[in-house]
């Protein structure tokens, strides 16, 4: 997106096919990546349609338009992500899964999880996940001297706040500022936070883990835009102080907190 708005649509087609690559190999691992991705051909579909809009042309002509280059190889591209995650599955057919029966898997898939009606005592809505109001524990294991062992998802309150906050700050950058690289973070974000809204199953905080890298994003943003400024600087550092230590603090705490309730039967919250 940047690289266009930079060097417009001649640009080397190269990151394109790269970003669409990972795209292909990331959703052949967990399917909430296809938000992040409809976000990105979002903004370029918005770039395009601004650009044939300038057109002084028929309206067939700027259809014909709209479909230059590089837009008809996007569409090769995605031809190759569909491929790459067939071929995934690989493996499982080697094992005796059909073609047909790979096919059928991802109607299954599809079905399993739009029809779920379950409960989870860690399950949490969408708007929780910024807040860091329900972690996700995963494991526990009591080890000798009473030590125990703990897989959570938790993420550090000053990356999370301060990075939602940030995206709140970056969205009116976006809109009034037309900041392009504000655009790009808060637009991603949004692609891959909201349409939790409409999911009715049972959610835990990891669907909102993709959205980690955009809160650090955003506050890099007015890290980048502040650091010239004496207080920016101050600020900054505070920041990654507060990072190292809340980390340090939660560490040990997370294992106690964990053994005194879960030995008292109770979900921690």
């Known amino acids: ?19 669409v690559l990972f795209f292909a190999l990331g959703f052949s691992t967990k399917w909430l990546v296809l938000y992040g ?10 770039l395009r349609l601004k650009d044939v809009a300038k057109l002084k042309e028929s309206l067939v002509n700027r259809y014909v338009a709209f479909f230059d280059h590089p837009f008809l190889l996007l569409l090769g591209f995605l031809a190759i992500a569909v491929l790459v995650y067939f071929l995934t599955y690989i493996p499982d057919m080697l094992a005796g899964r059909t073609l047909s029966g790979v096919i059928d898997l991802q109607f299954w898939m599809y079905h399993y999880h739009s029809t779920l009606v379950a409960t989870h005592p860690f399950s949490s809505q969408w708007w929780s996940w910024p807040l860091m109001v329900k972690p996700l524990f995963l494991f526990v294991s009591y080890l000798p001297n009473n030590i125990n062992s703990v897989i959570v998802l938790l993420g550090n309150p000053a990356v999370w706040w301060v990075g939602f906050a940030s995206i709140i700050l970056a969205v009116e950058r976006a809109i009034r500022g037309k900041d ?13 936070w909201i349409p939790y809204v409409f999911i009715s199953r049972l959610t835990f905080i990891y669907h909102f883990y993709v959205n980690v890298p955009f809160l650090c994003l955003a506050s890099a943003y007015f890290i980048n835009r502040y650091w010239r400024y004496k207080w920016g600087k101050v600020a900054t550092i505070a920041f990654f102080i507060s990072v190292v230590v809340i980390f340090w603090l939660f560490y040990p705490v997370i294992g106690r907190e964990v053994g005194l309730n879960v030995q008292h039967g109770r979900a921690v919250d």
């Open 180 to 192: 392009l690289a504000a655009i790009f973070i808060t637009v991603i974000f949004f692609f891959q």
């Open 1 to 19: 997106f940047l690289n266009v708005v930079k060097n417009g649509w001649k640009t080397s087609v190269f990151p394109l096919f790269l970003a």
């Open 37 to 46: 991705f409809v976000g990105m051909l979002a903004l370029l579909v918005a």
